[in-house]
């Protein structure tokens, strides 16, 4: 169960969700994964069930810079990067309490 980090495309046939979903989420990282089908709705309802913070479905580029990056699990913690997260990371939050 170690992290696959360069160049390498596991690629597995399936007829069950419920295992392939099962087999996906038996690692300790979750950084990115790739999903392929004819079935977009399929494609979609296991990306919101894989623990990945970022996932590809039916495209080998998943990077964007509006996109946040990240990863669940032993892979990361949090968010940076994209429009809405990468701004966040420049500002300082600053707390004022008022009683009027």
Do not use: C, W
Not at 17 to 41: K, P, W
Not at 43 to 63: F, H, Q, V, W
């Amino acid at each position: 169960h170690e992290e696959i980090f360069g160049p390498v495309a596991p690629i597995s046939r399936f007829e069950d969700e419920a295992e392939v979903i099962a087999r996906a989420n038996d690692t300790e990282y979750g950084l990115a994964a790739y999903i392929y089908t004819r079935d977009l709705a399929k494609g979609m309802r296991m990306a919101s069930k894989i623990e990945s913070g970022m996932i590809a479905l039916n495209r080998g580029l998943m990077s964007d810079p509006a996109a946040p990056f990240g990863g669940v699990k032993q892979s990361g913690l949090g968010r940076e990067g994209g429009q809405k997260h990468g701004i966040a990371e420049f500002m300082e939050a600053k707390y004022i309490a008022v009683t009027i």
